[in-house]
């Protein structure tokens, strides 16, 4: 992406005074304090900062796996905070491919099998063979998760989560559990898929040189944004190290 933020792209999400408050007993905690955020479509974005900053919480609302307490998020033309239930478990369905810090691979299913679980109920996937060779794991297929490394068995959640051809990824610590030279295998998988798909992808994560990958480096801290950065040269994920 060379265009400024906002420039003749198409607003994916639109996220207006976003709060969120745990009620944890007689306790409230505020995790997301009147966040304003857009995301614009086939930019890499990662949100940046510490635990407990709120990154999670706000990749959950975008995501559909919770709901604000109070503000608005748009999906293109659909005010998701207005979806029920079932509304909010067919957008996940159709829209968002997740990908988190635990690959939460089934161990008795080998790699294919994994990820046919998610094209057998999706509208327009492409084959598990297809998403297994975006992720260079095409000879591991036949594979089970207890016969491949770490790196791997998050490369196969990688493939299941875009087999379904989602409008957007979100990605919660994907490098979370691995060390540097595998987690720049999982971070070149999710940016090809950026660059091959077009796929409106968001990261989240405590480590700053990830963010050298991006297009806009957006900072959380205490529940509220602190910052939005813009790169103008993004690295190469195979450039970085930590």
């Known amino acids: 992406m060379t265009d400024a933020p906002g420039a003749q792209l198409e607003s994916v999400f639109a996220a207006r005074q976003i709060t969120k408050v745990y009620h944890m007993g007689e306790v409230d905690v505020h995790a997301l304090r009147g966040v304003d955020l857009d995301l614009y479509r ?3 974005v990662v949100l940046l900062g510490p635990s407990g900053s709120g990154k999670s919480t706000l990749l959950n609302i975008l995501g559909g796996l919770d709901t604000p307490t109070a503000g608005s998020v748009h999906y293109l033309d659909k005010e998701l905070t207005d979806f029920d239930d079932a509304a909010l478990t067919r957008y996940r369905r159709d829209h968002v491919g ?3 810090q635990f690959y939460n691979l089934i161990p008795s299913l080998t790699a ?8 057998e109920i999706a509208s327009n996937p492409m084959t ?5 060779e ?7 297929a036949d594979h089970f998760p207890a016969q491949m490394s770490g790196g791997e068995q998050q490369r196969v959640a990688i493939a299941r989560a875009v087999a379904k051809q989602p409008d957007v990824l979100l990605c919660d610590e994907p490098t979370g559990a691995l060390d540097v030279q595998t987690g720049i295998l999982v971070l070149e998988a999710i940016q090809r898929i950026n660059r ?3 796929t409106t992808t968001a990261v989240i994560t405590h480590n700053a040189v990830i963010a050298e990958m991006a297009d806009r480096v957006i900072h959380l801290s205490g529940g509220k944004i602190t910052g939005v950065e813009t790169n103008s040269t993004k ?3 195979s450039e970085l190290t930590w």
């Open 98 to 100: 997740f990908i988190f």
């Open 128 to 132: 598990p063979n297809e998403a297994l």
């Open 196 to 198: 091959d798909l077009g």
């Open 134 to 140: 975006l992720v260079d794991l095409q000879d591991r």
């Open 112 to 119: 294919r099998e994994n990820v046919a679980l998610i094209t």
């Open 235 to 237: 690295r190469e994920a």
């Open 42 to 44: 086939g930019e890499f």
